[in-house]
Nanobody, 117 residues
Framework: QGQLVESGGGLVQPGGSLRLSCAAS????????MGWYRQAPGNQRELVAR???????NYADSVKGRFTISRDNAKNTVYLQMNSLKPEDTAVYYC???????????WGQGTQVTVSS
């Protein structure tokens, strides 16, 4: 239904960078935390990073120091800056937003990130 629209995925060489964006529709009400998850083939979906309305963040150990999550509350948008990408970062990346208004999570459709030479 397009409540969360992601962009920015693609193919990049090891050591390269990508920036993902996720814009949330106003239809999902007031948003609390937002985050990025990823799922590689054969693996479960895992947390990459989350950020609260007050900009508190947490990261998976595997991405600390390489990835940075940020958000623009006025635009209902969350970003994921990914640097020093590794082949093991290859996955479909999903955006998530928790709606305080409706008491549920909303998910994006996913965007493919492939790190390969």
């Amino acid at each position: 239904q397009g409540q969360l629209v992601e962009s920015g995925g693609g193919l990049v060489q090891p050591g390269g960078s990508l920036r993902l964006s996720c814009a949330a529709s106003r239809n999902i009400g007031r948003i609390d935390s937002m985050g990025w998850y990823r799922q590689a083939p054969g693996n479960q979906r895992e947390l990459v990073a989350r950020i609260t309305t007050g900009a508190a963040t947490n990261y998976a150990d595997s991405v600390k120091g390489r990835f940075t999550i940020s958000r623009d509350n006025a635009k209902n948008t969350v970003y994921l800056q990914m640097n020093s990408l590794k082949p093991e970062d290859t996955a479909v990346y999903y955006c998530d937003a928790f709606s305080v208004t409706y008491g549920r999570d909303y998910w994006g459709q996913g965007t493919q990130v492939t790190v390969s030479s």
